[in-house]
């Protein structure tokens, strides 16, 4: 069990820049969550997908965001463009059913400048 | 009605002392709590959980006591050790959602 795996681990980009972080969860988990880390807000949840549909993305902060799921091993979170005060750690996480321990990936740190 | 409050923002505890962390919650519809470690540069990961059908869990050292009358559940962590130092966050859901909303995490030092 390879766990939920993140890339890039670190990405540093313009302010304008479209950014694509790329989520693969653990084979067989049914739910897939973004969740954004910061010191002032502390951990997010920006949408959540069960079986490749997204449930509610009430989190999402704007249009800028958005978040796909084409199959059950992938997922990407879009920023289209970036502002500096996307600067966060965003992580995936998934779990095997609603309701179970969510799996954290090692997170994606974005810095844009 | 969403918030998880938690406290304290920060905690040194000697080595062998007993570390507690307290979280507080609105929302009824609440019925999972988890408890999650993060070290630097990981993601949080699973501690200990508890559903409000029992007020107390234990495993190992650490120990989960809940109050649903209060709206209160808090984390004990006994005979902490140097590596225990990390930051940990509570967290409540409903069960039907899966949908965590997180503390805002305790950073928590144990001192040699």
């Known amino acids: 069990d390879a766990g939920v795996i993140q890339s890039p681990r670190h990405e540093v980009t313009e302010m304008g820049q479209e950014v694509t972080l790329r989520c693969k969860p653990i084979s067989g988990h049914n739910s897939l969550f973004w969740y954004r880390q910061t010191m002032m807000r502390g951990l997010e949840l920006l949408i959540y997908?069960?079986?490749?549909?997204?449930?509610?993305d009430s989190g999402m902060p704007e249009d800028r965001f958005s978040a796909k799921m084409p199959n059950a091993s992938f997922s990407t979170l879009k920023i289209q463009p970036s502002e500096p005060r996307d600067s966060a750690v965003y992580f995936c996480?998934?779990?095997?059913?609603?309701?179970?321990?969510?799996?954290f990936g090692n997170g994606t740190r974005l810095t844009v400048t | 009605q969403q918030q998880v409050k938690q406290s304290p923002q920060s905690l040194i505890v000697q080595k062998g002392g007993i570390s507690i962390i307290n979280c507080a919650y609105e929302?009824?519809?609440?019925?999972?709590f988890p408890w999650y470690q993060q070290f630097p540069g990981k993601g949080p990961a699973l501690l200990i959980a508890i559903r409000p059908d029992v007020s107390e869990k234990k495993e190992g050292r650490f120990t989960i006591s809940f109050n649903k009358s209060a709206k209160q559940f808090s984390l004990h962590i006994m005979d902490s050790q140097p590596g225990d130092s990390a930051t940990y966050f509570c967290a409540a859901s409903p069960s039907d959602t899966g949908k965590l909303i997180f503390g805002q995490g305790t950073t928590l030092q144990v001192k040699p």
């Open positions: 996480a998934s779990s095997p059913a609603t309701g179970s321990p969510l799996h």
């Open positions: 929302n009824t519809a609440f019925d999972y």
């Open positions: 997908f069960n079986n490749n549909v997204p449930i509610d």
